[in-house]
């Protein structure tokens, strides 16, 4: 009887994950990688796939901070515009004759400090964190062309390790952006903040009735993910040596589609970082098989929009039918 009961739940387990939007979109990174490697040879080579996971290591970065804030309830739109003032601030302390060291520093910092500032507004206002972050998203910006006064800024040649050196064959932003979704499900499935982090996205008053001070976690959060978009920008003004004040935008909008497309919701509570780190790997792998067939970079977008409403449509089809 026992026997039959584990086999009976095995098979409930198996059909579940079938179901699971996270099969799907293994699936179809499987089923898109075999398309483009049969078209072209040269996407399947490894050389190219590191070269895809190279390209996806800022966006996949930005998208584990857009995914504790989209499971928690909130939502960030400022994160591209902290990238470029992050960005902008290293190169123009590198220009202006600091040591490269505090530069970096206190070019991680500055998102954190941002990520702090939207959790106290969002927190202590209650407005609505997306009006709220898209307004801060201007301000950011602004601060960044205030300090750039809209010129290319430069590293000169320094701290290119982050973005450019490699590990044993393997670009080190590469083994950033593994160790980060690593830590990030560790966070959210082994830890006391992780879990609190659910619950108040699935509810927030049962949050606040169960004893978790909601707004102190609110802004713990912002400013933990203020420190995922500080590590971002390193990563970013390291490979590319030179930023403008601009560089970090549209980030924030392929890190929500991301999510999106791994099945994180906008209601909170509800998505994973498997999920979402895949939403990041099948958005590369459509830029990159798209750009080795020299399709056209409209068509390229036009693609990508359609990809994020379908995963938009299907996620939401699956909502429907749990309730």
């Given amino acids: 009887m026992e026997t039959h009961l584990l086999e009976d739940f095995a098979k409930r387990k198996r059909a579940k994950f079938f179901r699971q939007q996270t099969f799907f979109l293994v699936m179809v990174i499987i089923v898109l990688s075999a398309l483009f490697g049969f078209l072209n040879p040269r996407f399947l080579s490894q050389g ?114 982050l973005g450019r050196g490699r590990l044993g064959g393997v670009p080190i932003s590469v083994v950033v952006l593994f160790v980060v979704v690593i830590a990030i499900h560790f966070l959210l499935r082994n830890t006391k903040f992780g879990r609190r982090l659910v619950v108040m996205g699935g509810n927030e008053q049962v949050a606040f009735l169960s004893g978790i001070n909601v707004d102190r976690l609110k802004i713990a959060n912002y400013t933990f993910s203020g420190a995922l978009i500080g590590l971002a920008s390193l990563v970013l003004v390291s490979r590319l040596g030179n930023i403008l004040a601009n560089a970090g935008e549209g980030y924030e909008l392929r890190a929500l589609a991301s999510a999106i497309i791994g099945g994180v919701t906008f209601e909170g509570g509800r998505g994973s970082v498997l999920g979402a780190f895949l939403g990041v790997v099948l958005l590369g792998i459509v830029q990159n098989g798209l750009n080795i067939l020299n399709v056209s970079s409209y068509f390229q977008t036009f693609t990508i929009g359609l990809i994020i409403v379908i995963a938009v449509v299907v996620s939401n089809l699956e909502k429907v039918r749990k309730t």
């Avoid at 998203?137 to 590293?155: D, E, K, R």
């Fill in 48 to 161: 190219n796939l590191l070269a895809v996971f190279q390209q996806i290591a800022v966006l996949g970065i930005a998208t584990m901070s857009m995914t504790l804030l989209l499971i928690s309830g909130g939502i960030d739109l400022s994160i591209g515009s902290m990238i470029g003032l992050s960005g902008v601030v290293i190169c123009k302390m590198v220009m202006g004759g600091y040591a490269t060291l505090p530069a970096v520093v206190i070019g991680f910092l500055l998102p954190v400090g941002c990520g702090l500032v939207n959790g106290i507004i969002v927190s202590k206002s209650k407005c609505i964190p997306l009006i709220v972050t898209l307004g801060m998203n201007y301000v950011y910006y602004g601060l960044a062309l205030v300090i750039s006064q809209g010129l290319f800024l430069s590293l000169k040649g320094k701290f290119t390790f």
